[in-house]
């Protein structure tokens, strides 16, 4: 099984600012991306699925880019309750998902 | 609360003991799998079930590991003579069908081997 790679942080950003994390992954077969949140000792739970095209959910925004392997994360205007780690989940097509090291995010006042 | 739930939320055994865990998927949901997290590392795959048919389970599920889904409904995982390096969150997760459907996760059950 192939790896997907996190910058692991953590990025401390000031309430308001907008922070993108990229995550890389090396299996160029890879079918379906997601973006998890984890909260400290919480399971993972879904914040976004990635489509081809890019999509946007409120002030977070996902992009794929297949070419170079990777896919984004954007949050625009960070709120205090955004700090979590974000977990970049890979479908490599053996319907198994394969989950990165994730990038906390810290926000402060 | 139909998500997914597992059972018990805390372990904490002595080495060269058994533990079973238990999770409950969400009833519609054909596919159940099983990850382990450690601190500071994102969930690693250890097996998946489609229906009751275990089609994949990763390196890491040594022999002391096994997990059932008898019924394809719930499932169990079981660790026999537990060491310490078992220690971490084991996570339960069930989705639909297709590469497109994402996990849904349940509380985790918290293993500490003393």
């Known amino acids: 099984r192939k790896e997907v790679e996190q910058d692991p942080g953590p990025f401390n950003v000031p309430e308001g600012a907008t922070v993108a994390f990229n995550c890389t992954y090396s299996?160029?077969?890879?079918?379906?991306f997601f973006w998890y949140r984890q909260d400290c000792r919480k399971e993972p739970k879904l914040l976004m699925s990635v489509y081809s095209s890019g999509n946007e959910d409120g002030r977070f925004t996902a992009q794929l880019n297949r070419a170079s392997q990777y896919i984004s994360l954007l949050i625009r205007d960070s709120k205090l309750s955004d700090s979590a780690t974000y977990l970049c989940?890979?479908?490599?097509?053996?319907?198994?998902?394969?989950f990165g090291k994730g990038t906390m995010l810290l926000v402060s006042p | 609360d139909t998500g997914v739930s597992q059972d018990p939320r805390h372990k904490i055994t002595k080495r060269g003991q058994n533990v079973t865990f238990r999770c409950d998927p969400i009833?519609?949901?054909?596919?159940l799998y099983w990850y382990r997290q450690t601190l500071g590392q994102g969930p690693e795959f250890l097996t998946y079930f489609q229906n009751e048919a275990q089609l994949e389970k990763s390196r890491l599920l040594s022999d002391r590991f096994s997990a059932e889904r008898p019924k394809g409904s719930f499932s169990t995982l079981e660790i026999q003579r537990t060491e310490q390096g078992d220690s971490a969150m084991y996570l339960c997760?069930?989705?639909?069908?297709?590469?497109?459907?994402?996990?849904?996760f349940g509380n985790g059950t918290r293993l500490t081997v003393t």
């Open positions: 989940v890979v479908n490599e097509g053996y319907s198994t998902l394969t």
């Open positions: 299996n160029s077969a890879s079918q379906s």
């Open positions: 997760a069930s989705s639909l069908l297709g590469s497109n459907s994402p996990l849904h």
């Open positions: 009833s519609e949901h054909n596919r």
